[in-house]
């Protein structure tokens, strides 16, 4: 049964005073903060965010080394990222996140890997720098056509006194220029992955922008040279995105980072404009791109045909006429296919609900796909979201959503419980507790091992998985008949 | 334009489109790549004898290992009691990919609780997250026990946790007799089985020693039961399961010390169970009572088995026992121990697994394999493959001692198929690498990670082990028993007759090999 609007947004109001009466008053009060029903006049969300999750409430949240080393340099296919310290954190991040990219893994390129100082207790004791320091030769020994190595800091490094960076120093100079990076992105330093994103935007521009390397790149800049920022090319999602960029005429030279490259990085400096995707891990440095060399730069989304659109026309804005007309050609050749895709799949799905939490651009970003669709979000938050993303939140949400921020364990599973939207777009720690309770899910980090879900071409998978999650017939079957009446 | 809205083209498809194909090879301009040639020789240098030496004089540089760090393996013991949230006092980061891991594992939810520690409490140390996170835990997720072990960052700076959890219990985070066992699991000692053992040696100590004294602690009255400790287990689902019917075949009056079967494999069913089984907190308590106690798993036990044996419990270690004379070796000793016969049914299963094994051998005999894996795992699958006349030429474990090496090497002494294999304690996976090029075999076994070996050096995975990510629900399949052996046996057949077919499916040129019968 539908409700009104005044009606949802009582429902949404009662679900968060009912989470909230658990908890010890002090942690009420602050986890209050983080919770609200959008009002839709409003210019921001109504709730807090980027704060320190409060102790053992299961937050979602990862650590500062996941947003450098899992988010933004991982990626960077030709250099080798060390985790250095203990094993676990290159461990459980190793592989995981699906940055595809095209090499021959342990020759050439490394994303797949898990380089690792391994520490043991007497680093811990005597200081891990010697380690270190012999580390990068035998890198240098084994894997000589690397490009470039970063040093991703585990929490021991910062509380031990290493000095990682007078390392890296020293190895570049042996190592006529190299590039070696030393990331302070210790996993206690700040509130989430933003802090690593932040950390490792400033190590690109201290350690790669602000030093020469030892391979200058050079090529004949054009008038339609830009680079793809904050694209972690996840199950494709950059390439299906270069290719229209492609398509309407402009020349993409760097990736940011799925698929990336030193060279890349260091191109980027000539591009005309830089087009950024996920700004909350990669505006710092697109803004001081623009600062530093007067590159412009533009959000975009691809997630969804009128999202693209859109955002293939803001994106030719800064162009002239030549990539205009190329704009429109791209939109025109891909109609049929979306006309298709939609026609195929909107009568399946018209009408559905979706609650979403993730990280980075998503909460918002793929609101409009999921329109497209003929489905509704009711329900958003970010797991590491600033003020400014929950701003631009606004533009993507209907009044009376309920909106989340830094939600725990037992919000989002009584929030679902209490809203029951027919489909959950969240993460590996929550897919399963939702499908427990019978509700689609749909991985909205790793595309659940789909993808791409970027582009024309990514919105056709995108609806045909969105589609197989909800239309699933095991759905009907959670229910054992003899146990009809619950 | 290659997508289709029919037929929709995954990833997999798509991009091998000439239009894709053609951008990657355009993108190559931009990206300084290696040119061909040099790309090329390089990857056959990776190849070579002089490459594998200057792999193994590596002395600092870990790639690809094939171990995890201690917290993980406290998480694992912890959700093995009933009612047990786990509550890792450190860096909240960790416990997100605890979870992960697990839920990738298992596809199945995983409940554990961060005290969320930042740089103030790097400075200034995490009591406060303790009593702010006990008390929100307790709230929230209402357990009947809170099980903690910490993050390196919390081992570092040193927090000392028997005061930390009497300050908050002071402060009334949690009740004054509620169960908060604890244990320091530093990630830069030992790996996850180090963190198992810590974990579960903790928990049987606060419930036998008197609570971290706020009891007096348990007087022993020697019962007949027999205690059984399953250890860090990527099957533990199947495994335990096997354990309890084998146990109740048997008539045996047994305690699982660390059940996580249930909270593991939890129904789809309209309702999710955050805790689901395990250990019942008083069994654990009176499991101080039995007459003994057994691990499954030795190298995840030693601090655990000391402990039980320091009380007065007969302890008997077994490593991973997979094959005939591994269960042999372990119903016998269940048998004596809690004076209950091997019954028939079960002497039928061994027959069972003995005729199969005698029906399929010809297929395993004299093959070549290469194998990784936790200590006990690779001992129990050398001694299987030993069995089934298979050479286990390269043996390896990064979390391996001297003291499993010595065990490995007294299993392959003792068989005639052990001659000319070795063993590799401490090593890492791109070692393996090395070793599958320089001194190929047939097959490998190992975890998921083992695909990048498949992929690169050609050698056919079968995995065991874990994180098994890649391949669905063998986890609920017992690897234990004479039913789990028998799994094995035909997890290591088909792929060693896929793996035949595939080699002799050419029309016109293998296929005269392309058997129907086998």
């Given amino acids: 049964m539908d409700l009104t609007l005044d009606e949802a947004k009582a429902r949404n109001a009662e679900v968060i005073t009912e989470a909230l009466s658990v908890y010890p008053d002090k942690t009420a009060k602050k986890r209050a903060k983080h919770l609200n029903v959008y009002e839709g006049d409003k210019p921001d969300c109504g709730v807090k965010s980027n704060i320190k999750s409060v102790p053992g409430v299961m937050t979602i949240r990862g650590c500062a080394y996941a947003g450098s080393k899992g988010v933004v340099w991982g990626p960077i296919k030709d250099m080798i990222h060390i985790s250095h310290g203990p094993v676990g954190c290159g461990q459980y991040s190793w592989a995981a996140r699906r940055n595809y990219y095209i090499g021959v893994t342990g020759v050439d390129t490394f994303v797949t890997m898990q380089f690792t100082s391994d520490f043991q207790e007497k680093d811990i004791v005597f200081g891990g720098d010697k380690k270190l320091d012999k580390i990068v030769d035998e890198i240098q020994a084994l894997f000589p056509l690397n490009h470039g190595i970063t040093i991703q800091s585990e929490c021991p490094i910062g509380l031990i006194g290493d000095d990682i960076e007078a390392v890296a120093k020293k190895k570049s100079k042996e190592y006529d220029g190299k590039t070696i990076v030393p990331v302070r992105c210790e996993g206690f330093r700040g509130v989430s992955q933003s802090l ?15 030093r020469p390397g030892d391979r200058p790149v050079s090529f004949e800049s054009t008038a339609y040279d830009v680079a793809i920022i904050g694209d972690y090319n996840i199950g494709g999602d950059a390439w299906s995105s270069r290719i229209l960029l492609e398509e309407m005429g402009l020349r993409v030279i760097a990736q940011w980072s799925g698929d990336g490259s030193l060279a890349e990085l260091e191109n980027t400096p000539k591009a005309k404009l830089n087009i950024l995707h996920c700004y909350r891990s990669m505006n710092y440095i697109s803004r001081y791109m623009e600062e530093k060399f007067g590159i412009p730069w533009v959000e975009y989304n691809f997630f969804g045909p009128s999202k693209v659109a859109e955002s293939l026309r803001a994106i030719a804005s800064h162009f002239d006429d030549h990539i205009k007309e190329g704009a429109e050609r791209v939109i025109a050749k891909y109609q049929p296919l979306m006309d298709a895709v939609i026609a195929k799949y909107k009568p399946r799905l018209q009408g559905k609900k979706v609650m979403l939490y993730v990280g980075g651009l998503r909460p918002r970003h793929v609101i409009g796909a999921y329109e497209d669709l003929g489905m509704e979000v009711i329900g958003t938050g970010y797991e590491f979201g600033h003020n400014d993303d929950y701003q631009r939140t606004t533009h993507y949400v209907k009044d009376g959503t309920l909106i989340y921020d830094d939600v725990t364990g037992y919000e989002f599973e009584k929030f679902v419980d209490r ?23 749909r991985q909205m980090h790793s595309w659940d091992y789909s993808g791409p879900y970027h582009g024309y071409d990514g919105f056709a998978i995108f609806a045909r998985d969105m589609d197989m999650a909800i239309n699933n017939p095991v759905w009907g079957l959670a229910k054992a008949p003899w146990n009809a009446e619950q | 334009m290659s997508q289709n809205a029919d037929k929709v083209l995954d990833h997999f498809s798509l991009f091998r489109s000439q239009e894709y194909v053609d951008m990657f090879e355009n993108k190559k301009a931009f990206e300084n790549a290696v040119p061909v040639a040099e790309l090329q020789s390089a990857v056959d240098w990776t190849k070579t004898r002089e490459y594998r030496d200057l792999n193994f004089a590596r002395e600092a540089l870990v790639v690809n290992p094939a171990k995890a760090c201690q917290p993980l393996g406290a998480v694992f013991a912890a959700v093995g009691f009933e009612g047990t949230l786990p509550f890792v006092h450190g860096s909240q980061g960790c416990v997100a990919y605890y979870r992960s891991h697990f839920s990738r594992h298992f596809k199945e939810p995983t409940s554990c609780v961060s005290s969320s520690m930042t740089e103030d409490a790097a400075v200034f140390g995490g009591l406060n997250n303790m009593i702010d996170g006990l008390a929100n835990a307790y709230n929230l997720y209402k357990p009947k026990m809170i099980a903690v072990s910490t993050t390196c960052m919390a081992e570092v700076i040193g927090d000392d946790l ?8 002071e402060k009334g985070s949690v009740p004054a007799a509620f169960d908060v066992p604890f244990t320091h699991t530093p990630a830069f000692v030992g790996s996850h089985v180090t963190g198992y053992d810590n974990t579960m040696r903790s928990i049987l100590e606060h419930f036998w020693d008197g609570k971290a004294g706020t009891e007096p602690p348990l007087v022993r009255e020697p019962r007949d039961s027999i205690n059984l400790i399953g250890g860090f287990d990527g099957y533990a689902v199947g495994n335990m399961r096997e354990v309890k019917r084998l146990f109740s075949l048997m008539g045996v009056n047994y305690t699982m010390l660390g059940d996580n079967s249930d909270v593991w494999d939890t129904p789809t069913d309209g309702h999710f169970r955050m805790y689901d089984g395990g250990t019942k907190l008083e069994d654990a308590a009176a499991a101080v009572h039995a007459k003994a106690t057994i691990s499954m798993q030795e190298f995840c036990t030693l601090k655990t088995l000391a ?18 004379a591994a269960t042999d070796r372990f119903l016998m000793e269940v048998a004596r121990l809690s004076g209950r016969p091997i019954p028939e049914e079960i002497t039928r299963e061994r027959g069972r697994l003995v005729d199969a094994i005698a029906d399929s051998s010809a297929h395993i005999h004299g093959k070549k394999f290469a194998l990784y894996g936790d200590p006990d795992l690779t001992l129990g699958l050398t001694g299987f493959l030993l069995e089934l006349g298979a050479e286990p030429v390269h043996i390896l474990a990064s979390n391996g001692t001297p003291d499993w090496e010595a065990r490995v090497h007294a299993l392959l002494d003792a068989s005639p198929f052990g001659k000319g294999c070795h063993v590799y304690p401490g ?64 997890k290591i057949l088909d792929k060693v007759f896929d793996v035949t077919d595939a080699d002799t499916m050419i029309p016109g040129k293998t296929d005269y090999s392309f058997d129907i019968i086998r």
Avoid: C
């Avoid at chain 2, 028997?162 to 219990?169: E, L």
């Fill in chain 1, 196 to 210: 690593g994103h932040h950390i490792a935007n400033d190590a690109v521009r201290d350690w790669v922008f602000e």
């Fill in chain 2, 427 to 490: 090593r890492d996976l791109w070692h393996m690498r090395s070793l599958l090029f320089t001194e190929p075999v047939d097959f490998l076994i190992g975890n998921t990670y083992g695909k990048f070996l498949e992929r690169d050096t050609r050698t056919p995975l079968i995995r065991i082990g874990f994180p098994i990510f890649d391949r669905h629900h063998h986890h609920r399949y017992p690897l234990w028993g004479y039913q789990g052996a028998m799994n094995t046996l035909v």
């Fill in chain 2, 307 to 324: 402990y039980a044996a320091k009380k007065g419990h007969e302890v008997a270690a077994f490593n991973h026992p997979i094959g005939v």
């Fill in chain 1, 419 to 441: 809203l029951q939207p027919d489909l959950v777009g969240s993460g590996i720690k929550e897919k399963y507790v939702f499908q427990k309770m019978g509700v689609p899910f």
């Fill in chain 2, 162 to 169: 028997n005061a930390f959890i009497k300050t908050a219990k």
